[in-house]
C-alpha cells in the first residue's frame, strides 16, 4: 500500500473516531403505538384523555398519585384537566399538577388523520422498566430504584394549531415522556429524536393578529397548595426551558450524556422539596472514552483463554495464565506491517481539542435481541481507569507497534461507576456504561451505533442472577451482585451471619499400603458455623483400614473452611468469589512415603434447601495408620493467589501420629491445589493478583471405627497476607470468633471491644436468641401465580402446581404442554390447557380419549372411564362391597362420555365437567339455582376465581363449613373492590391482587370504606394495629388482646390502655413504653404531654411487681396471680394480700414474710407496724392446715386439718364436704378402723383401737372417694381384700392375692362374665411384653383406668404384638416388630390404604423407628392442621429423637426443662429472653470409643484445669495463669455418661464426678491406667453439683429434682441429707475447708439466691437474693476471702463477702457461664454459648484467654487440680 493510500486510511479512520453528538434517533425511542399495546387519544384541539388509572400508586413530589391524564397540549396531569384557554397561554408554573414535555397549543384535528397521534399506556413489560432502570443509574448511580410500573406517552408528528385562514404548516413535533416508579421514588425521562423538534413554540388563540409566538414550556409544576386551611399558594416547580433557544437546545444537549435524552427525579414517599436533574455528563454530551472504538471479543470460561488477535507465527510467549495484569482487551497488531510510523490518534503529534471531541455522533438506542451464544466472562485488564495509550508505551518487545487489519485499536475508556471492591458500598442494580464496538461503525456516514446486539444484558440474562441478588449491565456484558444482607458471587447468594450446611457425595478408589478400597458415593455432610469459622465434616461408611488411613487428609474439608473463613478487615472468604459452582484440584504427596492422592470437589450449586451441594473424587495411596492412633495436625497458615477465575496455594503440612504400637511419629504432605470457577469482570474490577492468607488455628480429626464415620474439625480465618494474630484482649470479638452472637447472626464489630449482633437474612431476634422468619406463613415470600411458597431456614423457596413449570427465567411458573408427550390415545387429539389437558377421541373413534376404539364391525364396546367410574361407584367397590349412601354417582352419555352437567342427587349441587370428568371452575351452583350452561366455551379462571373456587365451602359430606370467607368476584372474575366476610361483617378494600388495602377495614355495622378512593399508606402504628390478631383462624373476635391506638394521622397516641386489663401507659413516637408510667387499672393515668422526668432507678420491689406475668402470652388476664403493693417509694408495703384467695400476711423489707403474720379471707389482718412478738414456732398441724389453704394444689372441698389453742390435732377430725370423720393420732395419722361416714355417729376417739387398719382399709380410705370414676379396693369384715375386685365405672373385673395385687388373666371387659376367684389359678404363662404393655396403659391413670385417646397396643392370643397396630382415636396405623418397635416407612394417615404388614419392609441402615418425642410432635402438628401458630407448643427434639431439654412455645421466650420423658421439671419455667439452664438426662451418642474407660492424665504439670464434657473428662494445663491448649488432653472417657458436677481431692490426687446419665457419684485416681469407681448409685435423680471438702474426708453434693442437699464420706458411707425444704433448683456447691463453710446456688425462677451453712447444716443464711438471675457458677476467691459467682442470667460476675457486705461486678457481659473455678487472680468459667472455658482477670476485669475444645458440646462442671493442696483447701 502507498504512503498516501495509508495516510487517507488512517484520515478517514481518525474521523470516525471524532464525530459530532447529536440526537437520538426515533428508533431509539421507547416502543410505542397500536402494537405495544397503546391507547390512542382522540384527535383535537383540546382533548384529554379517560383517566389511566395506576395499578400502584406513584409518588409526584411527595403526593401519591393513583391516576393520570394525558392532555393533546403535551402535558401529563394528575387531575383532569381545565379548558386549554385557562393554561396553555399562560406562563409556567401552572396552578394544577403537571409533566410537561412540550407545553404548547397543539391540535391534531384533521379529517385525513395526517396531523399525528397521541399514544399513552402505563406497562409492567420488563424490557422496558430495564431500560428505565438502566438510564436513571447511569443518571443517578447511586439511586437504589427499581422500577414496578412505568406509564410511557408519546406525542408522534403532531403539529401547532393554525388558524385555518392561514394555511396549514407543514412542520411536526415528535416528543416522548416516560414516567417510571417503585413504591418510593419516581423519575421522569423526557425524549427528543433528532429532527423531532421542529416548530419551538405556538402563537396565542387570541393574539388579535399581533405576531407573536409563545415558546414551549418544558418542566414540572405541583401546582398550587393549601396552607392555613382556606389559602392558597403555588407549590414548587422546576423549569427546562425559558426561551425559543432552550428549546432549540432539548434535542441538541441532554443531562444524561446523551443529547435529546433528558431525566429528572421527581417525587420519593417520604421527604421530597423539589425536582432533581440527573447530571451524568453535564449538559453537554460527552462520549464514553476520547477513543471510543474496542473489539467485541468472545471470552472464555475457565481454563480457556482469547488470543486476542495475535499472529501465532509471530507471537514470541504465551503464558497459561494472564499473571502479569496486562490488558486482554488491548490488540497489538501483527509483526511486518508498514503502518508503524504513521502518526497516532492520542500521541504528542497528534494533539486533541475540546472541538475534535464534540464531532463525534453516537446514537442512543437498545435492542432486545434472542440468546445466540453461551454466557461470557471476560478478563479484565489491571487497571479500572483505562487512558488513551502512549504508543510508545505499548510496542512489543522487538517490534513497532502494528494496526490490524482496518483500524489502530486503543483501549476503551470505561467510567468508573463503581468503586474498588475492598470495602466497598452496596452495588445498585442497573448500572449502564456505554461503549461502541468495531461492528458497528458506518464508515460511510460516520456515524458509530450503540446497541446491544453483540452482547448479552440483564434485559435477557437476568434468570442467571439468584433470587436475592440484581443484575447489572456493563460495556462488555452483565454482572449479578448479591443484594444487601447476602454474599455471594451474584449467581448464588445466602443469608449473611447463617450457619451453612453442605452435602454430597464421596467415590473413587484409594490403596491404603497395597489394599484398594473402592468408595461408591458415600454421604459427606458438613456444617460450618460462619460467625467463628468453624467447619465440621463427617464422612460416613468409610470401611476401617480407609477411615484411619484418611484421618490426616484434612483438606478434604478444608475446602469448606476457605468458603466460608471467618473474615478479618480487607478480606473476604471464598464462597463470595465463587459461589457455589466450581472445580478444586488438589494433589496431596505424603513424605517420607512420596504417596499421591488426588482430590476432586465439583460444587453443583444449592440445592432446595439452599444448602451448598458438593461432590468429591478420591483416588490414589495414602500412608497406613494403625487402627486406634491419634493423629494430630498442627495450625498452620496458607497462602491463595487469586487469578481471574483461578486461585491456587501450596502449602506443606505436617501432623503427628501416636499409637500403641509405634508410639509417636511425624510425617508431612504437601498440597497444591487451584480452584476454577466462573468470574464476572464485566463490572471492570481490578484483576491484579491478590494473595490472601488462611490461618488454621485448628483442627481436630477423628475415626468412628464403630460408626465407620470420619471426621474433620476445624477452625479458618482468612486475612491479608501477613496479619499476625494478637491476643483475645486487643481483637474485636468478631474477628476473634469469642462473640455470643447467635450462630444464625452477624458480629458486627464497633470501636474498641464493642460489637453488635444482627440476625441473619431471613431470621429475627435480638442477634443473640434468633429464630427463622416463615416467610410463607408471614406474606413475605415472592413467589408469583402458580406457585407454593415453601419455607426454608433463613429463606423460602418456590415451587409450581401441579400442571406448571419454571420458565425460562426459572422464577415464573408457566403451563405445562402436557401434549408434548403425546399422553393421548394414537386415535385422540390433545388438548393443552391452563395447568391441565384433554384428549379428544378423532372423528369415527369412541372413549375417554385415552383410549379410543371404532364403533363399526363391534357387537360391544370396552367400557368408558365415566360407565367404569358410575359402575364401579354403584356396586360399592370402592366402599367393600357396599353402596355408599348418599354418595354421588357421575352420569355417563349413550356414547360413555360424561354427561357435561353433573348433578349430586343428594345435595342437589350441579356442576359442568371436562372429557376426564373433572370439575369446571366456577361452574358448580347451589340446590334451586339454575345450572350453568355447560355448552358455553370457558375461559380460562382469574386468579380471584381460583381463590374463590379453592375455599373449602363445604365439608367431604357435601355440608356447607360456616363462617369461611369467600373472595367476591366480578362478571369477569376480577377481584371486587370492596370484599366482605359474610359470617362476621368484616368489609375491606382490595387491589387487583386481592391484597387487602390498609386500613380499609371496617367493623360490622359501620359503614364500608370508599374503595374507589386513592390508598392511603399504613404507618408504623397502623401496620402494628392491624397486624394484631383480632380475629381466630375461625374468624371470630380474639379476647382481651391489646390493639395499638392510633390518631387520626395514623401517630401512636401518646397514651395506650390496655381494653381487657385496664392498664394504662405513655409511649414515645415509635410506640415504646416510656418507662414509669405504667398504672393500674383504676388509678389515673399518667399525663403523657408532660415530658419525662428524670427518675430513680426500680427498687426490688417495683421490678418484683412488674416481672409478675399477670397476662399469658395471648393477652388475656392470668387469674390468681398475686402482685406485690409497692409504697410511693418503691418498698414493700409491710401488709400484702393476695386479691384472689384474701389471704393477708407482714413482710420484712426484704419482702419475705413474717411467720406467723398470715390471716386467712374474712379475719382481721395482723398489724404489721407492731413489732414481731416472740411465738412459738408452728406445730405440724399448723404447717399442715396453712399447706392446705394456701398451697397452689389447693382446690375447693380439700380436706383442712383442725388444730386445737396449742396447735396439736384435734382428736376427730371431719371432712366439712364429705362428711366422713375419724380419730388421728398426735401426729395426725388417721387411726385404723375409726372412719365412719356421713350421718354415722362418730367414733368415741378417747377409746383406745380396736385393731389397727389393714392395708385393704388403709389403701380403701385414702382414696378421694368424691372424685368420679375412682376406683376404690373393697375389703371384706376383718379387712382383707374380698377376692374379687370391680372397677364401678369402667366394669372391669379381676381376681387379686392378699396383698391386693391383680392375678394375671383374671381380668375381664363389662358385660363379660368375672371369673370365679375362688377357684385355684390354673398353671399358665407368665405375660408378655404386649400384655405388660397392653395393661400398663389401661391402668395408666392415677385412679386406675385408661386416659382417653391414647393407644392401646393390640395383642394376638399369645400375647404377642399383632403385626398391625392402628390408633384407636387418629385412625392411623403401622407395622410393629416383634418387640413392638413400628417398622419405618408403614405408618399411613386415616382413610388411606393400609401397608400389608406380614409383606417385609425394606427400611435403610441408618433408619430408626420415631421416638416418643418424634411422634408427639407429628401427632401435635397435624392436629394444628399442619401450620402450628408461633406461641402454640410444638415438643422439640433431638438429633437422636430424645426431648431436647430445654422446650418452649413456639417462637416465645415461656420455655422449661424437661426430663428423659418430655416431663417438665419444676421450677425452671422462664418468661424472659434468657433461656433456663437445661441439662441433658439421655447421654449423646458415643463419638469416639475406647476398649475401656482409663485415666490419661497430662504430663509434667503442676496446675490442670478439669472440665466436663459430656462423656468425657478434659485436662487443660496452665501455664502460668496461661491456658496451654498445645498440651490439652482427654483425661477420662465415660461412655453414655453425662459428666455434671467435678471436685478434686488434692491429698490423695483424685477426682470426683457426678453422672447425670446414669445417677451415680463417682471417683477415680490421676494416675495413669486408673479405673473409674461408683460410690453411691442409688436414690440419685439429677446429682449435679459436687464439693469436696480435704479438711473434713466428706463430699456434698445437689440433688436438682428432689431438691435436696445431701453429704457422704469420700468412699460413700455416712450418707445422709443436710435440706430438703426451700430448696427449688439447686445447682452450684462449694465447700471452704478453711472455716467448715458450705454454699450453695438455687437458680428458683422465682426467687433465685445463693445460701450458706456449716457443714453439718447449721446457722442456713441467704448471703445474696436480690439482683441475680440464673447463679450457675460458684467459686471461692482465697485471696479476698469472697465468695464469687456467675449468673447466666444477669450476665455478670461478681463477688461478696460472706457476710453480704462489699458487693463489686468483676465483669458484666459474659456469655452464659456454667461452672467456674478461681486461681491467681483468674476466673476460669465454662462457658455454654462458645462451648469452651474462658478466663477472665479479676485485675483488669478482660477477658484474657479462651480454650475450644475440638469437638463442640457443651461443657459442664470446672475443678483445678495440682501438684500440691492450695491455701484455704485443707
Not at 422496558?128 to 408522534?156: C, I, M, S, Y
Not at 397392653?1334 to 391414647?1350: C, F, M, Q, T
Not at 456469655?1711 to 478461681?1718: E, H, K, Q, T
Not at 482477670?1737 to 462442671?1757: A, C, M, N, V
Amino acid at each position: 500500500m502507498e504512503r498516501g493510500e495509508i495516510l487517507a486510511v488512517y484520515l478517514l479512520c481518525w474521523c470516525c473516531s471524532v464525530c459530532v453528538v447529536t440526537a437520538i434517533q426515533r428508533a431509539d425511542m421507547f416502543p410505542y403505538g397500536n402494537l405495544s399495546g397503546d391507547a390512542s387519544l382522540e384527535v383535537g384541539d383540546d382533548v384529554t384523555s379517560p383517566v389511566l388509572s395506576l395499578p400502584k400508586p406513584l409518588y409526584f413530589y411527595n403526593d401519591p398519585v393513583s391516576q393520570l391524564y394525558v392532555a393533546t397540549n403535551g402535558i401529563i396531569s394528575t387531575q383532569e384537566l381545565l379548558m386549554e384557554k385557562q393554561y396553555v397561554d399562560d406562563g409556567f408554573p401552572t396552578d394544577f399538577p403537571v409533566v410537561a414535555p412540550f407545553l404548547a397549543d397543539i391540535d391534531t384535528s384533521d379529517e385525513k388523520g395526517q396531523r399525528g397521534q397521541i399514544y399513552y399506556r402505563v406497562t409492567e413489560i420488563p424490557s422496558v422498566l430495564n431500560k428505565v432502570a438502566q438510564e436513571v443509574h447511569r443518571g443517578f448511580p447511586d439511586a437504589k430504584f427499581t422500577p414496578t410500573h412505568a406509564v410511557v406517552a408519546t406525542w408522534e408528528n403532531v403539529a401547532a394549531y393554525e388558524e385555518r385562514t392561514t394555511g396549514r404548516s407543514n412542520k411536526v413535533n415528535t416528543f416522548q415522556a416516560v414516567i417510571g416508579y417503585d413504591e418510593t421514588d419516581s423519575y421522569v425521562l423526557f425524549l427528543y429524536p433528532q429532527d423531532g423538534l421542529n416548530f419551538f413554540g405556538t402563537r396565542p388563540k387570541e393574539s388579535y393578529n399581533v405576531e407573536i409566538e409563545l415558546p414551549a414550556r418544558v418542566g414540572f409544576s405541583r401546582g398550587e397548595i393549601v396552607y392555613m386551611f382556606f389559602n392558597r399558594k403555588q407549590g414548587p416547580h422546576y423549569s427546562v426551558t425559558s426561551d425559543e433557544q432552550s428549546v432549540k437546545n432539548l434535542y441538541q444537549v441532554g443531562n444524561t450524556g446523551i443529547p435529546g435524552v433528558w431525566l429528572f427525579h421527581t417525587g420519593n414517599r417520604y421527604s421530597f422539596d423539589n425536582i432533581v436533574p440527573a447530571s451524568t455528563g453535564g449538559l453537554l454530551a460527552t462520549p464514553p472514552g476520547e477513543y471510543g472504538i474496542s473489539l467485541d471479543t468472545t471470552t472464555p470460561e475457565y481454563d480457556e483463554y482469547p488470543d486476542n488477535g495475535f499472529d501465532h507465527d509471530n507471537q514470541e510467549e504465551e503464558d497459561d495464565y494472564p499473571l502479569t495484569g496486562g490488558d486482554p482487551e488491548f490488540h497489538p497488531a501483527p509483526a511486518g506491517s508498514d503502518f508503524s510510523e504513521s502518526p497516532q490518534p492520542g500521541s504528542p503529534d497528534t494533539p486533541s481539542s475540546p472541538s475534535e471531541d464534540s464531532a463525534r455522533q453516537v446514537s442512543y438506542g437498545s435492542e432486545d435481541v434472542p440468546l445466540t451464544s453461551e454466557p461470557r466472562y471476560s478478563f479484565e485488564p489491571a487497571g479500572r481507569q483505562y487512558a488513551p495509550l502512549n504508543p510508545q508505551e505499548n510496542v512489543p518487545a522487538g517490534g513497532a507497534q502494528q494496526p490490524q487489519e482496518q483500524q489502530p485499536q486503543v483501549p476503551l475508556e470505561v467510567v468508573d461507576v463503581y468503586p474498588p471492591h475492598r470495602n466497598e458500598p452496596p452495588l445498585s442494580p442497573g448500572g449502564h456504561v456505554v461503549s461502541v464496538d468495531e461492528d458497528d461503525v458506518d464508515f460511510e456516514t460516520g456515524v458509530i451505533q450503540y446497541t446491544t446486539e453483540n452482547k448479552e444484558t440483564c434485559a435477557r440474562f437476568q434468570q442467571q442472577c439468584s433470587q436475592n441478588a440484581f443484575c447489572s449491565d456493563y460495556a462488555t456484558g452483565f454482572c449479578c451482585h448479591c443484594k444487601p444482607g447476602f454474599y455471594g458471587n451474584g449467581h448464588h447468594c445466602l443469608p449473611e451471619g447463617a450457619p451453612q450446611r453442605v452435602s454430597g457425595k464421596m467415590s473413587g478408589t484409594l490403596t491404603v499400603g497395597s489394599t484398594p478400597v473402592d468408595l461408591n458415593n458415600i454421604d459427606l455432610h458438613a456444617y460450618i458455623v460462619v460467625g467463628d469459622g468453624r467447619a465440621y465434616t463427617a464422612i460416613s461408611e468409610v470401611p476401617e483400614p480407609l477411615g484411619w488411613a484418611l484421618m490426616p487428609v484434612a483438606p478434604i474439608g478444608e475446602l469448606f473452611g476457605w468458603l466460608f473463613a471467618l473474615e478479618l478487615p480487607n478480606s473476604q472468604a471464598g464462597f463470595k468469589i465463587t459461589g457455589a459452582e466450581f472445580t478444586r484440584r488438589a494433589e496431596v504427596i505424603f513424605y517420607p512415603s512420596n504417596q499421591r492422592l488426588s482430590i476432586i470437589q465439583t460444587g453443583r450449586g444449592l440445592d432446595e434447601h439452599n444448602h451448598l451441594t458438593v461432590d468429591t473424587e478420591v483416588n490414589g495411596n495414602v500412608p497406613f495408620i494403625p487402627p486406634g492412633a491419634e493423629v494430630t495436625m498442627d495450625p498452620f497458615k496458607e497462602t491463595y493467589q487469586y487469578y481471574p477465575s483461578v486461585v491456587t496455594s501450596t502449602s506443606v503440612r505436617e501432623f503427628s501420629v501416636v499409637s500403641a504400637e509405634r508410639g509417636s511419629e511425624s510425617f508431612s504432605f504437601q498440597l497444591k491445589q487451584n480452584i476454577t470457577y466462573r468470574d464476572c469482570r464485566h463490572d471492570n474490577r481490578a484483576a491484579a493478583v491478590e494473595t490472601l492468607q488462611i490461618t488454621m488455628e485448628r483442627a481436630f480429626v477423628v475415626y468412628v471405627k464403630e460408626e465407620r464415620i470420619l471426621r474433620y474439625a476445624i477452625t479458618n480465618k482468612i486475612s491479608p497476607v501477613g496479619v499476625e494474630p494478637v491476643g483475645p484482649e486487643l481483637v474485636n470479638p468478631c474477628y476473634a470468633g469469642n462473640h455470643d452472637c447467635d450462630t444464625t447472626a452477624q458480629c458486627i464489630p464497633l470501636e474498641g471491644q464493642a460489637f453488635n449482633c444482627q440476625c441473619a437474612t431471613g431470621y429475627r431476634g435480638d442477634g443473640r436468641n434468633c429464630y427463622d422468619i416463615d416467610e410463607c406463613a408471614e406474606g413475605l415470600g415472592t413467589c408469583g401465580a402458580h406457585s407454593q411458597c415453601v419455607n426454608l431456614p433463613g429463606s423460602h423457596r418456590c415451587q409450581c402446581q401441579s400442571g406448571y413449570e419454571f420458565g425460562f427465567d426459572g422464577r415464573t411458573c408457566v403451563d405445562v404442554d402436557e401434549c408434548s408427550s403425546s399422553p393421548c390415545h394414537i386415535n385422540a387429539r390433545c388438548i393443552n390447557g391452563l395447568g391441565s389437558f384433554q384428549c379428544q377421541c378423532q372423528l369415527g373413534f369412541y372413549g375417554d380419549g385415552f383410549y379410543c376404539f371404532q364403533q363399526e364391525g363391534q357387537t360391544s364396546r370396552p367400557k368408558s372411564q365415566c360407565e367404569q367410574h358410575r359402575d364401579s361407584l354403584q356396586s360399592g367397590v370402592e366402599h367393600g362391597g357396599r353402596p355408599s349412601l348418599g354418595a354421588f354417582i357421575p352420569q355417563c352419555d349413550s356414547d360413555g362420555r360424561y354427561r357435561p352437567l353433573q348433578c349430586h342427587g343428594s345435595t342437589g349441587h350441579c356442576w359442568c365437567v371436562d372429557r376426564r370428568g373433572q370439575e369446571r371452575a366456577g361452574t358448580r351452583t347451589p340446590p334451586g339455582t339454575a345450572p350453568t350452561d355447560c355448552d358455553r366455551p370457558e375461559r380460562p379462571k382469574t386468579p380471584c376465581e381460583h381463590h374463590r373456587d379453592s375455599i373449602q365451602t363445604t365439608s367431604p359430606e357435601g355440608y356447607p363449613i360456616i363462617g369461611a370467607y369467600v373472595p367476591q368476584c366480578d362478571a369477569n372474575g376480577q377481584y371486587s373492590p370492596l370484599q366482605c366476610h359474610g359470617s362476621i361483617g368484616h368489609c375491606w378494600c382490595v387491589d387487583s391482587s386481592g391484597q387487602e388495602r390498609p386500613g380499609t377495614r371496617t367493623l360490622p355495622g359501620t359503614t364500608p370504606k370508599d374503595c374507589d378512593k386513592p390508598e392511603h399508606f399504613k404507618t408504623q402504628c397502623e401496620h402494628h394495629r392491624d397486624s394484631i390478631q383480632t380475629t381466630s383462624p375461625e374468624g371470630h373476635p380474639g379476647v382481651g388482646v391489646y390493639v395499638p391506638q392510633c390518631d387520626a394521622s395514623g401517630q401512636y397516641t401518646p397514651l395506650q390502655c390496655h381494653g381487657s386489663s385496664g392498664y394504662c401507659w405513655c409511649v414515645d413516637k415509635s410506640g415504646q413504653e416510656r418507662e414509669g408510667t405504667r398504672t393500674f387499672p383504676g388509678t389515673p393515668p399518667k399525663d403523657c404531654d408532660k415530658p419525662d422526668e428524670r427518675e430513680r432507678p426500680k427498687t426490688f420491689c417495683e421490678h418484683h411487681r412488674d416481672s409478675v406475668q399477670t397476662t399469658s402470652p395471648e393477652g388475656h388476664p392470668i387469674p390468681g396471680v398475686f402482685v406485690p403493693q409497692c409504697d410511693t417509694n418503691g418498698a414493700y408495703r409491710s401488709q400484702q394480700c393476695h386479691s384472689s384467695s384474701g389471704h393477708c400476711w407482714c413482710v420484712d423489707s426484704n419482702g419475705q414474710e413474717r411467720p406467723g403474720t398470715r390471716t386467712p379471707p374474712g379475719t382481721a389482718p395482723k398489724d404489721c407496724d407492731k413489732p414481731d412478738e416472740p411465738e412459738r414456732p408452728k406445730t405440724h398441724c399448723e404447717h399442715h392446715k396453712d399447706r392446705a389453704q394456701s398451697s397452689p394444689e389447693a382446690y375447693p372441698g380439700a380436706f383442712v386439718p383442725q388444730c386445737d389453742t396449742n396447735g396439736q390435732y384435734i382428736q376427730l377430725q371431719c371432712h366439712g364436704s364429705t362428711g366422713h370423720c375419724w380419730c388421728v393420732d398426735n401426729r395426725g395419722q388417721e387411726r385404723a378402723g375409726t372412719r365412719t361416714p356421713p350421718g354415722a355417729t362418730p367414733t368415741d376417739c378417747d377409746k383406745p383401737d380396736v385393731r389397727p387398719k389393714t392395708d385393704c382399709e388403709q389403701r380403701r380410705d385414702s382414696v378421694r372417694t368424691t372424685s368420679p370414676g375412682v376406683f376404690v379396693p373393697q375389703c371384706d369384715a376383718n379387712g382383707q381384700y374380698t377376692s374379687q375386685q370391680c372397677h364401678s365405672s369402667s366394669g372391669h373385673c379381676w381376681c387379686v392375692d392378699s396383698s391386693g395385687q391383680e392375678r394375671p388373666g383374671t381380668r375381664t371387659p363389662p358385660g363379660a362374665q368375672p371369673k370365679d376367684c375362688d377357684k385355684p389359678d390354673e398353671p399358665q404363662r407368665p405375660k408378655t411384653q404386649c400384655e405388660h404393655h397392653r395393661d400398663n396403659i389401661l391402668n395408666s391413670s392415677p385412679d386406675g383406668y385408661p386416659v382417653v385417646g391414647v393407644f392401646v397396643p393390640q395383642c394376638d392370643a399369645d400375647g404377642q404384638y399383632m403385626s398391625q397396630q392402628c390408633h384407636g382415636s387418629t385412625g392411623q396405623c403401622w407395622c410393629v416388630d416383634r418387640r413392638g418397635q413400628e417398622r419405618a416407612g408403614t405408618r399411613t394417615p386415616a382413610g388411606v390404604a393400609r401397608v400389608d404388614c406380614d409383606r417385609p419392609v425394606p427400611v435403610a441402615p441408618t433408619q430408626r423407628p420415631e421416638s416418643v418425642c418424634e411422634r408427639w410432635r407429628a401427632s401435635l402438628i397435624e392436629h394444628y392442621g399442619g401450620k402450628p401458630e408461633p406461641q402454640q407448643y410444638v415438643p422439640q427434639c433431638e438429633p437422636d429423637g430424645q426431648f431436647s431439654p430445654v422446650q418452649c412455645y413456639g417462637e416465645t421466650t415461656y420455655c422449661w426443662c424437661v426430663d428423659q420423658d418430655g416431663r417438665e421439671v419444676p421450677g425452671t419455667r422462664s418468661h424472659d429472653v434468657v433461656k433456663p439452664a437445661c441439662l441433658p438426662s439421655v447421654a449423646p451418642p458415643t463419638v469416639r470409643p475406647l476398649p475401656r474407660p482409663d485415666v490419661t492424665p497430662p504430663t509434667n504439670t503442676d496446675v490442670t484445669l478439669l472440665y466436663a464434657q459430656g462423656q468425657k473428662i478434659g485436662a487443660l494445663p496452665l501455664n502460668g495463669t496461661r491456658l496451654d491448649a498445645s498440651r490439652s488432653k482427654t483425661l477420662l472417657t465415660l461412655h453414655g455418661s453425662i459428666v455434671v458436677g467435678l471436685s478434686y481431692d488434692c491429698k490423695e490426687n483424685q477426682v470426683y464426678w457426678t453422672d447425670l446419665s446414669a445417677r451415680t457419684i463417682n471417683r477415680a485416681s490421676m494416675e495413669s491406667g486408673a479405673e473409674p469407681e461408683i460410690l453411691i448409685n442409688t436414690n440419685l435423680v439429677s446429682p449435679e453439683g459436687l464439693a469436696v471438702d480435704v479438711k473434713r474426708r466428706l463430699m456434698f453434693w445437689v440433688d436438682s429434682n428432689p431438691d435436696v442437699i445431701e453429704t457422704a464420706n469420700l468412699d460413700g458411707s455416712g450418707r445422709r441429707t443436710l435440706f430438703d425444704a426451700d430448696l427449688v433448683n439447686p445447682r452450684a456447691i462449694i465447700v471452704v475447708s478453711s472455716t467448715g463453710t458450705l454454699y450453695w446456688t438455687d437458680w428458683n425462677r422465682e426467687a433465685p439466691k445463693i445460701e450458706s451453712s456449716s457443714v453439718d447444716g447449721q446457722n442456713r443464711r441467704v448471703v445474696v437474693s436480690d439482683g441475680i438471675g440464673l447463679p450457675n457458677a460458684l467459686t471461692y476467691d482465697s485471696s479476698s476471702g469472697q465468695i464469687c459467682w456467675a449468673d447466666a442470667g444477669t450476665k455478670r460476675l461478681e463477688c461478696i463477702f460472706p457476710d453480704g457486705s462489699g458487693r463489686k461486678v468483676i465483669h458484666a457481659t459474659l456469655n452464659y457461664p456454667f461452672s467456674m473455678v478461681y486461681y491467681r487472680n483468674h476466673f476460669y468459667y465454662t462457658d455454654w454459648r462458645r462451648d469452651g472455658v474462658i478466663a477472665v482477670s479479676k485485675d483488669s476485669s478482660q477477658f484474657t484467654d479462651e480454650y475450644l475444645p475440638d469437638q463442640r458440646s457443651h461443657l459442664y462442671g470446672i475443678a483445678i487440680a495440682t501438684s500440691h493442696c492450695l491455701s484455704g483447701s485443707h
